[in-house]
Structures are given as C-alpha cells and as structure tokens.
C-alpha cells in the first residue's frame, strides 16, 4: 500500500537471471536467461551512502540489530522506484524486488572489506507478466507488494485485484507467465489499498508443497486481528496477526529456527514515517494462530535514516550470522521520498 501524502500515481549490459539469483534459485538455464522482454532493460543507479542517524555518526544499534552499512539508490529511469517486496541471494551478491507499477528489479550487490553494504549496480528492470505472458497494463493490476522465493520460483501477491501468483524463474526467466496460487475468491474481503503487502515461503518447503505465508496490511477479521493466510497446494488455511497501531505490516521472513520477523512501518503528517520489526515465536504460526511477539527494533520519532520501508529479506552468512536486508518504496515521489537499502546484523 502507498502512504497517502502526495505520491505521484510515476547503456547496461543485460543481466543474466542466473548471476542475479545464483544462490537462491541455483543454476539457471542459459535459454532463460537469453530471452530478453519487450520493455526489459539496463538500469544506471547511483548510490550515496546514508548513517543510522543522521547527526549521531557513532550510533550503530537499533535494538537487537546492528547496522551494516546502506544507501539512498537513485535513477533517472521513470520506471525505477516503488520496490517493495525483496529477495536477497544467499551469498548476498543479488537483489530482486518489485515495484507496485508492475515490474521486475534485479541488481548486483557491493560490499567493503568488513562486509558492509557499500554499492549496487549492473540493475535490470524487466515488465511483471500476466497468465498469458502479456505485460500487466492497468494500475489495479500491476500493484505488487510482497514477493517470496522457493527453489527457482517467486511469489508475488498484488493488492487492489488481491491474489498471489507465482512465476517459474528458473525456467523462464523474466519471460515466465504468471500461474495463479491464490485469487480474490479464495482470500474474500481485502481492503482495496491496504491487501496482501507479504507473502514469504514458510521453512521446510523446498522439501515437499510449497507453503506460504501472507499477511495483509488492512482490514481487520472478526477479532479484530489482521487477516493471514497459509497457502499450499490448492488449500487456504486462515490465522491472524495482532494489530500494533499505528504500524502495519508490509513484509515478513523466517529465522532458522523458525521464528518470524515482521516488518511494520507508519506514518503520520506529524509524526512523519516510522517502522519496527517483531519477532513471532514459531509455535504461533500455525492454522488459527494469532502472530504476536515482542518488538526487537524501532526507528520512529528520532533522526533515523528511513523511509516507507516495505520490503525485507533474511540471509544466513556462512559463519552463522544473520543478515536483514530493508528497502524502501518511494512511491515515484522522488522529490519527497527516497529509496534506501540498509543492511543489518541481528544480534542476541
């Protein structure tokens, strides 16, 4: 969903999807990274590097996470902007995002020599397809929030027409048609700006049916919880997560032992933006589960170096740490909002 303020309604070589994802999808066919869309192209970025705090150059805790380096990322490309949902490769070289206009992002990832998040770059954008392999059009359709990732296939749920489609990657590439998971029928009453900001494959799928996890932004069930679906293999189970006004949830990711974290973000004329990330006991994601759990990171009502976050992505290093990855969208509105990617350390 995009904040309402004021927001605007708006010579790369090509990047093989098989160096963009290579360590969340594995080997990608060469065919599919060869196939190049009507509308795909090369993206020139530029980065300029942005602290926790601005004015407070030491602070590097938020919480029970450490900074890790970030920066605001800017383009002259009208269709750069708006990304929410986010997946980072496992070795933390690739990005992937949406953004709510319809459209794939993808780009290298740089760091320095104490692994702190320094640069991006060789960035694609390619258009979303529809189920017949058609570029989505119309705004009501394009607007995609939350994006998933098991094996070689993503996730993305869209809000206005609320559904979740799934797009084989792997074999495709950026050429793959959508195949859908779950449609407005099977999900019921949604609020039309405020649906399904986050859907995020739940551990053990890549070993049987995929499972997955959304969770819409707005609109509340009969207890007054917002609305949460498991969705696999056809069979659309409900639970719920507890409302911590004035945040919402845009996006969310599992820890290895099973625990998940959720990305809430607000905002106010007064207030400004603010965001906070919950951490949800394992026990509690379950068919008729109510997801609550203890804030571990805040950054609202203080100088903080945030915007309208709306997309995460967790990844393991191979000496255990845990790595959160934060994007913001900006809703086109490049005058007033920013895009930022930060990086942290989960710690404790």
Same mark, same amino acid.
């Given at each position: 969903?995009?904040?309402?303020?004021?927001?605007?309604?708006?010579?790369?070589?090509?990047?093989?999807?098989?160096?963009?994802?290579? /360590?969340?999808?594995?080997?990608?066919?060469?065919?599919?990274?060869?196939?190049?869309?009507?509308?795909?192209?090369?993206?020139?970025?530029?980065?300029?590097?942005?602290?926790?705090?601005p004015g407070d150059g030491k602070r590097q805790r938020l919480g029970?996470?450490?900074?890790?380096?970030?920066?605001?990322?800017?383009?002259?490309?009208?269709?750069?902007?708006? *990304?929410?949902?986010?997946?980072?490769?496992?070795?933390?070289?690739s990005l992937l995002a949406i953004s709510d206009e319809g459209h794939?992002?993808?780009?290298?990832?740089?760091?320095?020599?104490?692994?702190?998040?320094?640069?991006?770059?060789?960035?694609?954008?390619?258009?979303?397809?529809?189920?017949?392999?058609?570029?989505?059009?119309?705004?009501?359709?394009?607007? /995609?929030?939350?994006?998933?990732?098991?094996?070689?296939?993503?996730?993305?749920?869209?809000?206005?027409?609320?559904?979740?489609?799934?797009?084989?990657?792997?074999?495709?590439?950026?050429?793959?048609?959508?195949?859908?998971?779950?449609?407005?029928?099977?999900?019921?009453? *949604?609020?039309?700006?405020?649906?399904?900001?986050?859907?995020?494959?739940?551990?053990?799928?890549?070993?049987?049916?995929?499972?997955?996890?959304?969770?819409?932004?707005?609109?509340?069930?009969?207890?007054?919880?917002?609305?949460?679906?498991?969705?696999?293999?056809?069979?659309?189970?409900?639970?719920?997560?507890?409302?911590?006004?004035?945040?919402?949830?845009?996006?969310?990711?599992? *820890?290895?032992?099973?625990?998940?974290?959720?990305?809430?973000?607000?905002?106010?004329?007064?207030?400004?933006?603010?965001?906070?990330?919950?951490?949800?006991?394992?026990?509690?994601?379950?068919?008729?589960?109510?997801?609550?759990?203890?804030?571990?990171?805040?950054?609202?009502?203080?100088?903080?170096?945030?915007?309208?976050?709306?997309?995460?992505?967790?990844?393991?290093?191979?000496?255990?740490?845990?790595?959160?990855? *934060?994007?913001?969208?900006?809703?086109?509105?490049?005058?007033?909002?920013?895009?930022?990617?930060?990086?942290?350390?989960?710690?404790?």
């Amino acid at each position: 969903m995009a904040m309402q303020v004021s927001w605007r309604g708006g010579a790369v070589l090509g990047l093989m999807l098989a160096l963009a994802l290579p /360590a969340v999808q594995g080997c990608v066919p060469e065919r599919a990274a060869a196939q190049t869309l009507p509308g795909e192209h090369g993206v020139s970025l530029s980065v300029s590097q942005v602290p926790l705090a601005p004015g407070d150059g030491k602070r590097q805790r938020l919480g029970a996470l450490e900074y890790r380096g970030g920066f605001e990322i800017r383009s002259s490309d009208p269709d750069f902007g708006g *990304l929410s949902g986010l997946v980072v490769g496992g070795d933390g070289k690739s990005l992937l995002a949406i953004s709510d206009e319809g459209h794939w992002f993808a780009a290298e990832l740089a760091y320095d020599g104490e692994g702190r998040l320094t640069g991006i770059g060789n960035g694609r954008i390619a258009p979303l397809l529809d189920e017949d392999g058609k570029p989505l059009e119309h705004k009501r359709w394009q607007d /995609a929030e939350g994006l998933g990732m098991s094996g070689g296939t993503a996730f993305v749920s869209f809000e206005r027409e609320h559904r979740v489609w799934a797009y084989d990657l792997a074999g495709h590439g950026f050429a793959a048609p959508a195949r859908q998971v779950a449609g407005q029928a099977d999900l019921g009453d *949604l609020v039309s700006n405020s649906g399904l900001e986050t859907v995020t494959a739940m551990p053990g799928s890549t070993a049987g049916p995929v499972r997955l996890l959304a969770l819409a932004e707005g609109g509340a069930d009969a207890e007054g919880h917002l609305k949460g679906f498991i969705l696999e293999d056809g069979r659309i189970g409900h639970l719920s997560l507890r409302e911590r006004k004035p945040y919402s949830p845009t996006d969310a990711g599992f *820890l290895p032992d099973g625990d998940l974290l959720v990305l809430e973000r607000r905002y106010s004329p007064i207030g400004g933006v603010g965001m906070e990330i919950r951490r949800i006991p394992a026990a509690l994601v379950r068919e008729g589960g109510v997801l609550d759990g203890p804030v571990i990171a805040e950054a609202g009502g203080g100088p903080f170096s945030i915007d309208n976050m709306e997309g995460m992505s967790l990844r393991r290093t191979a000496d255990g740490r845990t790595l959160i990855y *934060l994007i913001s969208d900006d809703n086109f509105n490049h005058g007033l909002q920013r895009t930022l990617l930060l990086m942290f350390e989960l710690k404790g």
